[in-house]
């Protein structure tokens, strides 16, 4: 599913969630066969547009749709959430420059549903801010 929402950009196309549908810009463009599998995996993908909306609105980039976002805690530090195995992990990794290795690695949450690892990670963001004084 992650793979067909990066193939659809990688053709051109920007989805988006309008509701309970699908926006496809460009749909023309799009091959019977990827509409055929968007309107099979439907709901899955909808899910993992929500989440982009929501990580983007929180300030978090997005490394793979749907499936793993990221934040800049600092310069040798990032936050990341990710979904691996049917389950959301939100963990900090810290590094000392020029190395390739984290010298540091704390789980920040995990669980199930990304609502609830999601809001443990903003929670996160916002005392990561509130530290440096920008809130």
């Known amino acids: 599913m992650i793979d067909l929402i990066s193939k659809c950009e990688s053709m051109g196309n920007t989805l988006s969630r309008v509701g309970s549908n699908i926006h496809i810009e ?15 995996q439907k709901e899955e993908t909808l899910n993992a547009l929500e989440h982009d909306e929501q990580a983007r609105a929180a300030g978090l ?18 936050a990341y959430m990710e979904k691996v195995g049917g389950v959301w992990t939100a963990y900090r990794e810290s590094y ?16 199930n549903t ?22």
């Open 96 to 111: 000392i420059p020029n190395k390739s290795t984290a010298n540091s690695f704390k789980v920040i949450s995990e669980g």
């Open 61 to 78: 980039l997005i490394g793979i749709p749907g499936t793993l976002y990221l934040w800049s805690v600092s310069y040798s530090s990032t």
């Open 114 to 135: 990304f609502e609830y690892v999601f809001s443990q990670y903003k929670k996160y963001i916002d005392y990561v801010n509130e530290k440096r004084g920008e809130k």
């Open 26 to 40: 460009n749909a023309a463009h799009l091959p019977g066969d990827v509409k055929a599998t968007l309107i099979e």
